[in-house]
């Protein structure tokens, strides 16, 4: 274990053989951090806080810390991080309430830049990317393959779904469908996130499909019902090979509570 020789490390504290600190890190007793993560220099890693396996955590990150929450009295709720995250300079990444989940969730393979703040109960998904200066609020959910562009606000509750692309300086008060690109103050939705989608390899008659979806939600006139009934029989276009696409659209819509970006 390269540990520093200034940094405190709590005798309490769970770390892998293989972990790196850096110097002047503070870390508490209940803190676990698994193989081959490495914690930068001046970070302050605290409260109930479980890291996964090769993370690279950046100097001067605030990590665990009591969330901002004027509820909060000191229950012990935590902070889950997966593997393989980036996480850079000058990060806020807060505990859970008993309020919600009474966890906060980061998950696998992420890229969290500067300045960023996820706030309490938060759960964000897999291969997301963070820019500089982005903040999540209270509660917000991430899917999975996520953009979120740097000074982005993302309101209390808001849910970003799979593929999504939120642009720069965005404000998100209302619900981001899947494989939509986002921006604005207020919110519009501008297209497809085609770009995000061809560099995951989705396929032509994918992409066609996830096109026809937009369509339907956004250039038809339709209410939401109407849209998802036309999505709905989008099913085995194609020989079915969007209908996992489907899925993911229809799941996200039907459970909405803040209405989605139109």
Same mark, same amino acid.
């Given at each position: 274990? /390269?540990?520093?020789?200034?940094?405190?490390?709590?005798?309490? /504290?769970? =770390?892998? *053989? *293989?972990?790196?600190? +850096? /110097?002047?890190? =503070?870390?508490?007793?209940?803190?676990?951090?698994?193989? +081959?993560?490495?914690?930068?220099?001046?970070?302050?890693?605290?409260?109930?806080?479980?890291?996964?396996?090769?993370?690279?955590?950046?100097?001067?990150? *605030?990590?665990?810390?009591?969330?901002?929450?004027?509820k909060y009295a000191g229950e012990p709720t935590t902070l889950v991080i997966g593997d393989g995250n980036t996480i850079r300079e000058f990060c806020t990444l807060n505990v859970g309430t008993v309020q919600d989940r009474g966890e906060t969730r980061i998950g696998d393979d992420n890229w969290i830049m500067a300045y960023c703040h996820v706030a309490h109960d938060v759960v964000i998904g897999n291969e997301c990317v963070m820019a500089n200066n982005a903040t999540l609020a209270g509660h917000v959910q991430v899917g999975d393959h996520v953009t979120i562009g740097g000074l982005t606000g993302v309101l209390q509750r808001m849910r970003i779904g799979d593929h999504a692309m939120v642009g720069f300086q965005a404000h998100v008060a209302q619900d981001v469908p899947p494989f939509m690109t986002v921006d604005g103050n207020p919110l519009t939705v501008r297209a497809v996130n085609v770009i995000g989608l061809k560099r995951r390899e989705f396929s032509a008659e994918r992409i066609a499909i996830v096109r026809q979806m937009h369509k339907l939600?956004?250039?038809?006139?339709?209410? =939401?019902?109407?849209?998802q009934a036309a999505i709905e029989a989008l099913r085995g276009s194609e020989g079915g090979v969007a209908d996992g696409d489907i899925d993911c659209m229809l799941r996200f819509l039907a459970t909405t509570t803040r209405g989605i970006v139109r």
């Open positions: 274990m /390269a540990i520093h020789p200034t940094a405190i490390v709590d005798p309490a /504290a769970e =770390l892998d *053989s *293989s972990v790196e600190v +850096g /110097a002047y890190t =503070l870390i508490g007793p209940h803190v676990k951090i698994g193989a +081959g993560t490495v914690v930068g220099p001046h970070c302050v890693v605290e409260g109930h806080t479980t890291i996964g396996r090769d993370n690279r955590i950046f100097q001067f990150n *605030s990590v665990g810390a009591a969330n901002q929450d004027k939600i956004y250039r038809t006139g339709h209410t =939401l019902d109407e849209a």
